[in-house]
Nanobody, 116 residues
Framework: QVQFVESGGGLVQPGGSLRLSCLASGFAFSRYAMNWYRQAPGKERELVAFIDSLGRLTNYADSVKDRFTISRDNVRQRVYLQMNSLKPEDTAVYYC?????????WGQGTPVTVSS
């Protein structure tokens, strides 16, 4: 079955950086686009970043453009989210996601808190 293990979240000061990692299993990872979403307390889950199956095309929410970078390693079946210049409004639980066989699959999430 499709499974994700996310890691890399934590507490960071404003202006700091974190790198999130998501290890995928249970499907042909290299054939599917991947997404990172986030959900802040009391808010709807939002799409943060997208990467196509080969890692050639990426797209970002306006709120994170030029600060976050999504990448992937198809050999290691991992997708990453490098987050720089973090702001308090980036505080959220971050999830990796795939749309596989017309279903959405999510990891358990990794929390990120940006605070001084």
């Amino acid at each position: 079955q499709v499974q994700f293990v996310e890691s890399g979240g934590g507490l960071v000061q404003p202006g700091g950086s974190l790198r999130l990692s998501c290890l995928a299993s249970g499907f042909a990872f290299s054939r599917y686009a991947m997404n990172w979403y986030r959900q802040a307390p009391g808010k709807e889950r939002e799409l943060v970043a997208f990467i196509d199956s080969l890692g050639r095309l990426t797209n970002y929410a306006d709120s994170v453009k030029d600060r976050f970078t999504i990448s992937r390693d198809n050999v290691r079946q991992r997708v990453y989210l490098q987050m720089n210049s973090l702001k308090p409004e980036d505080t959220a639980v971050y999830y990796c996601n795939v749309r596989y066989r017309d279903r959405e699959f999510w990891g358990q999430g990794t929390p990120v808190t940006v605070s001084s």
